[in-house]
């Protein structure tokens, strides 16, 4: 708790000196966001649809969810998702970790579980083909995300990124990224982190286009993801 009252005391700061910067990529890296995401809803609609109720069929349950998430300049929004896990997943991972010491220190060390179980069978699915994510569509269009940009974190997350929080909180996250077509889960959080210090550090037009070419072998290998 002490850990996540310092970055959040640290975002709070960030917000109050940068937060009449313009954000990175300005007008145009916006404009091609929200072009990216009416052309992707209109297209991917009757996916979108399938999906949804297969989530839905699958246990009965919710069909998105909704996890708080810090945004640019730290301004907390909710990252949508098709549900991949059960309802009570709070209660199953902490079951989980109270009785296996080593997927606690997989947890701790990474903020996953390569088997987790509170995914569902119809989540496994969706994780694997990255395809939970697309309704991060909809965050594009409001503004919370970029097509391309850092892994959205939570907030004690930003406790891993020591000094590189503020290139985290100069963008907003990413539907893809550097870190997702470059081995996402099997790299390491730190590589993660450097990763998204480079790209935020390094910006261009070009780039956002490159890691958006790459996104699509890198989803059908479906390295790293899980």
């Known amino acids: 708790m002490k850990n996540a009252a310092r970055v959040a005391d640290r975002s709070f700061e960030f917000r109050l000196t940068v937060g009449a910067e313009p954000p990175l990529g300005g007008a145009a890296k916006r404009g091609f966001d929200i072009a990216g995401a009416l052309g992707a809803i209109i297209l991917l609609s009757p996916l979108?649809?399938?999906?949804?109720?297969?989530?839905?069929?699958?246990?009965?349950?919710?069909?998105?969810?909704?996890?708080?998430?810090?945004?640019?300049?730290?301004?907390?929004?909710?990252?949508?998702?098709?549900?991949?896990?059960?309802?009570?997943?709070?209660?199953?991972?902490?079951?989980?970790?109270?009785?296996?010491?080593?997927?606690?220190?997989?947890?701790?060390?990474?903020?996953?579980?390569?088997?987790?179980?509170?995914?569902?069978?119809?989540?496994?699915?969706?994780?694997?083909?990255?395809?939970d994510e697309l309704p991060q569509i909809f965050n594009i269009l409001r503004g919370d995300m970029s097509i391309v940009g850092p892994r959205p974190v939570v907030m004690d997350e930003l406790e891993?990124?020591?000094?590189?929080?503020?290139?985290?909180?100069?963008?907003?996250p990413g539907l893809t990224g550097l870190w997702q077509v470059s081995g996402r889960n099997d790299v390491s959080y730190g590589t993660r982190v450097a990763f998204d210090r480079h790209y935020v550090e390094n910006w261009s037009f070009s780039s956002d286009l490159k890691i958006i070419v790459r996104t699509f072998p890198a989803v059908l290998s479906s390295r790293g993801s899980y």
């Open 48 to 131: 979108l649809l399938l999906l949804a109720m297969l989530v839905k069929s699958s246990d009965g349950g919710s069909i998105f969810y909704g996890h708080r998430r810090i945004g640019r300049n730290g301004e907390p929004f909710r990252c949508l998702k098709f549900r991949t896990m059960v309802e009570n997943g709070d209660e199953v991972l902490a079951r989980h970790l109270a009785r296996n010491p080593r997927c606690r220190q997989e947890w701790e060390a990474t903020r996953k579980l390569q088997h987790d179980p509170r995914v569902t069978r119809v989540g496994t699915v969706l994780r694997k083909l990255s395809l």
């Open 160 to 172: 891993f990124y020591g000094a590189a929080a503020e290139c985290y909180l100069k963008s907003r």
